[in-house]
DNA sequence: CGTCCAATGTGCTGCAAATCACAACCTAAA
DNA sequence: TTTAGGTTGTGATTTGCAGCACATTGGACG
């Protein structure tokens, strides 16, 4: 047991308190074992770039803790955000099983703790263990999923308050229920939101005033607050 | 052997001639078997609907020839190609994994023959065999690898014409050089081509007429003619 | 050889959002 | 308290493209 980065290591994924339904080292302990002689845990500090797109797949990051940020950028500059990985998720999937290079680029929002698996120790490991392969592929549709949604949202919407009112509906799902409304953490600025739906900060900032003003949601400092779910509900045609 | 749409349907997959590398049936003979065990191969015309997105996944299709459109549509109308899926790959390969509804709708471009696989025997089926569980995760991540790419044509793109430039260079891969410029057989609509890209249907027509124009390239028919490939490549900003 | 319908080509108009350019904030360290 | 740097808020301007309307072509088929 070390801290840095005020964070708690834990070494074993046997004993793991972090572990969680749906987490991807949520395994029968035989393959745990195997996975735990492979893997390399580690902290990371708020900010760290674990891998970057167009880099040859060196093989994964398992997140136990932390929220960490897969982005692509342009060769202009201009960057968006695919997706906000949580606790559980495998980080570098498609490039390790593929062997291509990184699509995208990881960097970490806040301290995390992250396991790292060499890529050829990952295969032979997931050659070794049926579960765990079926696992990664359902990882895999996981990150198909959210990639087609993400698709939807950039390439059927027609505007965009429909795209921002999906974001924040989807948000709402992991939210906390209050007598003024749905109350969610977001801590990303206008700017990453931006980057999440394909459109410019200025346009978050005033679609985000918009829906304060139609009393629809409010963000103030790093906290989301959805008002009138119907409401929002109603911008995207539902 | 029976060829309604004038298709030869072959029954086994063990002397199948259409399997190919990177196929998801290019299995060692053991996993083969037991594929052939569980599968049901038939033929279907152009235009056929093998499924749609919101329906519960019954299984996988497997493509042994002819192509398949997927796409996606929003409430109004307005619809999205994902992808034309070519022989040897897997079609609802994500839901079934993850026991999702069908995020996609698969229709055939073409008489196609496929073998279909009940979401049961296929869970089985890759249970049963890693080759067959590590096959399915490499088709996974490729399906992630297009969607991401189609996620940076919507998403980072500044015109219409980085978008069908980009789409045209990625035909131009698996195209024939002749003395003219490349030429590929692409036997879409502007319609389609428009809804690969996100843009209307007119867009596309003009686009189109301006690349004729500037002896970019040239669609004449289904059969497309790239002139200036290293023109297109500065379109993009490359 | 005409008929018909889908696929293309083209002009015009309106508007949503990108972009530029600042002003007003906030909070975190010096 | 002051300063500085990253946020957020807002106006003015510009523009690419969707959307509509229609003309034209072309190919399948009786």
């Known amino acids: 047991m070390s801290s840095p980065y005020g964070l708690q290591i834990t070494e074993s994924c046997l004993i793991c308190k972090l ?14 074992e195997d996975l735990e002689r492979v893997k390399y845990a580690s902290a990371y500090p708020q900010g760290a770039v674990l891998f970057v797109e167009g880099q040859s797949a060196r093989g994964v990051y398992i997140v136990c803790s932390g929220r960490v940020k897969l982005s692509t950028t342009s060769r202009d500059g201009k960057t968006l955000i695919l997706r906000i990985a949580q606790a559980g998720e495998v980080l570098g999937l498609h490039a390790t099983v593929s062997g291509k290079p990184y699509e995208l680029t990881a960097e970490t929002l806040q301290p995390c703790q992250l396991d790292f698996v060499k890529r050829d120790d990952f295969l032979r490991f997931l050659q070794n263990h049926a579960d765990a392969c079926l ?104």
């Open 19 to 32: 572990r969680n339904s749906g987490f991807f080292c949520d395994l029968p302990k035989p393959s745990l």
């Open 135 to 238: 696992n990664a592929a359902q990882h895999l549709s996981e990150n198909c999923q959210s990639a087609y949604e993400m698709i939807r949202s950039l390439g059927l919407s027609h505007s965009v308050s429909e795209k921002l009112a999906r974001l924040l509906l989807e948000w709402a799902t992991d939210g906390d229920n209050t007598k003024d409304g749905i109350r969610i953490k977001v801590s990303l600025t206008h700017e990453e939101i931006a980057q999440l739906i394909g459109t410019s900060r200025e346009t978050v900032t005033r679609v985000l005033g918009e829906f304060r003003d139609k009393q629809l949601a409010q963000l103030r400092g790093s906290t989301l607050l959805i008002r009138n779910r119907a409401g929002l509900e109603k911008l995207i045609g539902a």
